[in-house]
C-alpha cells in the first residue's frame, strides 16, 4: 500500500486501512468511508447549516445597512472560516479540535451584541475586534471549562441534549413555513412541499437499502428541490451575479478597533457559546460511542476559541459547534469524522467559489424545513434517551429536568420574555440551550449534592446524575 504522507490520519483519507482479524478494530468514530460515500454524506451536512451559517452575516449586514457587495463579501468569508474551523475541529492538531463530527458555524448568540456594536458607532472594525479578545479568551478558558465535565453528568446532559433538539424545532417550523420574514409565510403550498421532503425522507429511511437510508436527508432534499424549481420556489439570479472565485483577505474592512464596553459583551457571549459548544460535543459523544473527557472537551473549546480568532481576523464572527448537524449524525448513525472533515472541504471550497455558494443558496427554505422537523427531533429524541438511564424514583430528578426544559423553552416560545432585561443577562438568557443548561447545573447541584436539613449529604441515587453513579466529584 502507497504512503501519501507520514501523518497516518491524512494517509487514511487515501488509503482506507484494511483489517485481519488480528488488526485492532478501529473506532467508528475514525473510519474513512468510501470516496463516493464520503462526498454524500458530507454534503448531507453541508446542505443541513448552510442556511443557518449564512443566516449571521446577512442578519449583521442587513442591521448595518451594508452594500450587496460587502454583504457577499461576509457571507464568502463566512463559509470559509466555517470550512476552516470545522477542519480543525474534526481532524485537529496538537491541542485543538475534538476529533468527533462536529460542524462549525456562526453562533446566532452573538447577534444581538454585534448589531448593537456595528450600529452604534462602532462598526465592522469594533466587532472584529471584541471577536478576536473573545476567542483567544476562549482558547484561555478551555481547559477550566474542560474540568467542568463532572457537572454534567446523565441528568444534566439528557436534559441539555433535549433542550437543544426542542429550541431548534421553530427553526425548523419557521423554514417550512417559508423563511422568517417571507412575503408567502406560512402558504400551504410551502407547507405541502416541507411535508412533501418529510414523506421522502422517512420512506427512505424506511424502506431503502441501509447506505441510501443514510443519505435519506440528502435523497429528500434533491427531491424537494426538483419539485421545487417547476412550481417557481426558487431563484438562480443570484447563481448569475456571484463572481466565480472570491478570497476573503485579513481584515478587508479596516484595523480592528478594541472598545471596551464592545469586549466585555463580546465576552459574556463566549462564555454562552461555551456552554452550547460543551452540550454539543457531549451529545456527539453519546451518539457515536465516543463520550467526551475533560481533555477532549478543553480540545474542543481552544478549537472554538481558534477558530473565533480567525473569524475576527478574516473579517467573520464567532464559532461554535452546530447543533442541528448533532441531529443529523444522530439520525444517519454514520459516525466518522471524516465525513464531517469532508464537509469543512466543501465549505472551504463554497467561501472560494461564490458562484457554488449561490447555488446551494438557492435551495428553498420549505425543502429545508421539511428535512429540519427529522433532524432536530431526532435531537430531541436522542436526550430522551439519555435520560431514560436516569433513576427517576425517590428522588428529586424529575423536578431538576421539568424546571431546566421551562426555563429553556421560555425564550423560545416568548421571544421577547426578557427585553427589558439588562443586555448582558438577554445575551446569557436569550439563549433557551445557555439557559436551560446552567439550570440543569444548578438544580443538579441543588437537589442532589447539597447539603439537606437533617439528612445525610450523600445524594440517593449515587454519583452526580441521580442515575448510574458513573461519575463523582
Given at each position: 500500500m502507497t504512503?501519501?504522507?507520514?501523518?497516518?490520519?491524512?494517509?487514511?483519507?487515501?488509503?482506507?486501512?484494511?483489517?485481519?482479524?488480528?488488526?485492532?478494530?478501529?473506532?467508528?468514530?475514525?473510519?474513512?468511508?468510501?470516496?463516493?460515500?464520503?462526498?454524500?454524506?458530507?454534503?448531507?451536512?453541508?446542505?443541513?447549516?448552510?442556511?443557518?451559517a449564512v443566516a449571521v452575516p446577512l442578519i449583521v449586514?442587513?442591521?448595518?445597512?451594508?452594500?450587496?457587495?460587502?454583504?457577499?463579501?461576509?457571507?464568502?468569508?463566512d463559509l470559509l472560516v466555517c470550512g476552516v474551523a470545522t477542519l480543525i475541529q474534526c481532524i485537529g492538531f496538537w491541542r485543538f479540535g475534538v476529533r468527533l463530527p462536529i460542524m462549525q458555524g456562526c453562533t446566532f448568540a452573538a447577534v444581538s451584541p454585534m448589531v448593537l456594536i456595528g450600529t452604534t458607532g462602532g462598526g465592522l472594525p469594533a466587532i472584529y475586534g471584541s471577536v478576536i479578545v473573545a476567542g483567544l479568551a476562549i482558547v484561555l478558558l478551555a481547559p477550566v471549562f474542560g474540568r467542568l465535565l463532572r457537572f454534567f453528568p446523565p441528568l444534566v446532559t439528557g436534559t441539555v441534549i433535549l433542550i437543544i433538539g426542542l429550541s431548534l424545532l421553530p427553526v425548523a417550523g419557521n423554514w417550512a413555513a417559508g423563511g422568517q420574514g417571507a412575503?408567502?409565510?406560512?402558504?400551504?403550498?410551502?407547507?405541502?412541499?416541507?411535508?412533501?421532503?418529510?414523506?421522502?425522507?422517512?420512506?427512505?429511511?424506511?424502506?431503502?437499502?441501509?447506505?441510501?437510508?443514510?443519505?435519506?436527508?440528502?435523497?429528500?432534499?434533491?427531491?424537494?428541490?426538483?419539485?421545487?424549481?417547476?412550481?417557481g420556489f426558487t431563484d438562480f439570479r443570484g447563481v448569475e451575479r456571484a463572481d466565480w472565485v472570491g478570497i476573503s483577505t485579513p481584515f478587508h474592512f479596516g484595523v480592528p478597533a478594541f472598545n471596551a464596553s464592545a469586549t466585555v459583551s463580546m465576552l459574556v457571549v463566549a462564555l454562552v457559546t461555551m456552554t452550547e459548544t460543551t452540550g454539543d460535543l457531549i451529545a456527539v459523544g453519546e451518539m457515536t460511542g465516543r463520550r467526551a473527557d475533560p481533555r477532549s472537551l478543553a480540545d474542543g473549546l481552544r478549537a472554538d476559541g481558534l477558530s473565533t480568532v480567525l473569524g475576527g481576523v478574516f473579517n467573520?464572527?464567532?464559532?461554535?459547534?452546530?447543533?442541528?448537524?448533532?441531529?443529523?449524525?444522530?439520525?444517519?448513525?454514520?459516525?466518522?469524522?471524516?465525513?464531517?472533515?469532508?464537509?469543512?472541504?466543501?465549505?472551504?471550497?463554497?467561501?472560494?467559489?461564490?458562484?457554488?455558494?449561490?447555488?446551494?443558496?438557492?435551495?428553498?427554505?420549505?425543502?429545508?424545513?421539511?428535512?429540519?422537523?427529522?433532524?432536530?427531533?431526532?435531537?430531541?429524541?436522542?436526550?430522551?434517551?439519555?435520560?431514560?438511564?436516569?433513576?427517576?424514583?425517590?428522588?428529586?430528578?424529575?423536578?431538576?429536568?421539568?424546571?431546566?426544559?421551562?426555563?429553556?423553552?421560555?425564550?423560545?416560545?416568548?421571544?421577547?420574555?426578557?427585553?427589558?432585561?439588562?443586555?448582558?443577562?438577554?445575551?446569557?438568557?436569550n439563549s433557551g440551550i445557555s439557559a436551560g443548561c446552567l439550570t440543569a447545573i444548578v438544580l443538579n447541584l441543588l437537589f442532589n449534592h447539597a447539603p439537606r436539613m437533617g439528612a445525610s449529604a450523600v445524594p440517593e441515587a449515587g454519583g452526580l446524575a441521580g442515575g448510574g453513579g458513573e461519575q463523582s466529584v
Open positions: 504512503q501519501v504522507c507520514n501523518h497516518p490520519e491524512i494517509n487514511n483519507l487515501f488509503n482506507p486501512p484494511t483489517f485481519s482479524p488480528m488488526t485492532t478494530p478501529v473506532h467508528p468514530v475514525d473510519e474513512v468511508p468510501p470516496v463516493h460515500r464520503l462526498a454524500a454524506f458530507g454534503l448531507q451536512h453541508v446542505l443541513a447549516m448552510y442556511a443557518g449586514g442587513g442591521a448595518m445597512k451594508l452594500s450587496a457587495a460587502d454583504l457577499a463579501y461576509l457571507i464568502t468569508a412575503k408567502d409565510f406560512g402558504e400551504p403550498r410551502n407547507l405541502a412541499l416541507a411535508a412533501c421532503v418529510l414523506a421522502v425522507v422517512l420512506g427512505v429511511q424506511r424502506f431503502a437499502p441501509p447506505f441510501l437510508s443514510r443519505i435519506a436527508v440528502l435523497i429528500g432534499m434533491a427531491v424537494g428541490l426538483a419539485v421545487a424549481v417547476p412550481f467573520t464572527f464567532p464559532y461554535t459547534a452546530y447543533a442541528q448537524n448533532v441531529g443529523l449524525v444522530g439520525m444517519t448513525r454514520v459516525r466518522s469524522r471524516w465525513v464531517v472533515a469532508a464537509s469543512g472541504g466543501m465549505l472551504v471550497l463554497l467561501g472560494l467559489l461564490p458562484k457554488l455558494g449561490a447555488v446551494v443558496a438557492a435551495i428553498p427554505a420549505p425543502v429545508l424545513g421539511g428535512a429540519g422537523l427529522v433532524m432536530f427531533g431526532t435531537v430531541a429524541a436522542s436526550g430522551l434517551r439519555t435520560l431514560a438511564a436516569v433513576d427517576f424514583k425517590g428522588n428529586h430528578n424529575l423536578t431538576v429536568v421539568a424546571v431546566s426544559v421551562a426555563v429553556g423553552m421560555l425564550p423560545v416560545g416568548v421571544p421577547t420574555v426578557y427585553e427589558r432585561f439588562p443586555h448582558w443577562f438577554q445575551t446569557v438568557m
